[in-house]
């Protein structure tokens, strides 16, 4: 089992998110997503790791069918305040989903693989639910973001001290040993100043959406191939009842026999 998010990580987390620049990246990261993926309005998607619902909220938004899951009961209950009984909300591992093969029209993990024990399992799990598109958000490890967070974890205990951050060549690498040669696409989001922009109390900072691989966050899109479970059939061979006229070598013996090259 991956970290999962105590009392304390839950409340430091959506207090983090009360910050507007916070939030606002937040924000940069689900559009970043639906931009990526596209997915089509009354469809189902399943956020992995749903954490306080802000994705959910997302997707609901954007006219889908919303479906969460996350292992911190702490987590659930701060998304069951944000998004009510518009979305369903389940307790279970990303390792482990408790749906059926091919139950979702899309999937998503943003910032779920850094704190799961196995991301590759969960990545598996991911693409057996999913019949469509998955999408795919970390922290990119080749980006100051990550460096700067995994220098403060070594002196300030944060909810990123649990935390493996990865590259998205890993990605790839995982998507690939995984489902096979499958489309992915990918971008990175960031944010910077705007000129004067502490003078404004909305838009101090403008969003830019590139494919640059050290971006601090690197969303990833994986098209999904249609796969078909097969079960061999067992088919009862009836024995051919013997025959009167021989074939072959055996009657060209027999018409030579009896003088006659004809039956």
Not at 32 to 42: A, H, I, N, Q, T
Not at 98 to 125: G, H, I, Q, S, V
Not at 144 to 172: C, D, M, N, P, Q
Not at 218 to 227: E, N
Request: one cysteine or more; proline letters at 6%.
């Amino acid at each position: 089992m991956g970290h999962v998010f105590t009392y304390h990580d839950a409340q430091s987390y959506s207090q983090w998110l009360k910050d507007p620049r916070n939030r606002s990246f937040a924000a940069l990261e689900n559009r970043l997503m639906f931009s990526l993926m596209r997915p089509l309005r009354g469809e189902s998607i399943l956020d992995i790791g749903c954490g306080t619902g802000l994705g959910m909220l997302a997707s609901l938004e954007n006219g889908l069918q919303a479906s969460g899951l996350d292992p911190s009961p702490h987590m659930l209950e701060i998304a069951f305040r944000n998004v009510r009984n518009r979305a369903d909300l389940h307790r279970g591992q990303a390792e482990d989903l408790p749906f059926e093969d091919n139950a979702f029209a899309y999937a998503c993990l943003m910032n779920t693989l850094e704190f799961t024990e196995n991301p590759r399992k969960a990545l598996e799990e991911a693409f057996r639910v999913t019949k469509d598109r998955v999408f795919i958000g970390i922290i990119n490890r080749h980006s100051l973001k990550a460096a700067g967070l995994s220098l403060g974890r070594k002196f300030v205990r944060s909810i990123y001290s649990h935390a493996t951050f990865f590259t998205v060549w890993e990605i790839r690498e995982m998507v690939r040993s995984l489902a096979g040669d499958v489309p992915v696409i990918w971008q990175s989001a960031c944010q910077f100043p705007r000129p004067f922009g502490r003078y404004f109390k909305k838009d101090s900072y403008f969003d830019v959406i590139y494919h640059y691989p050290f971006g601090p966050f690197t969303g990833l899109v994986v098209s999904l191939v249609p796969r078909f479970k097969i079960r061999p059939l067992r088919l009862k061979k009836t024995p051919k009842p013997a025959s009167g006229i021989l074939s072959g070598l055996a009657a060209t013996q027999r018409r030579r026999d009896h003088g006659s090259l004809s039956l």
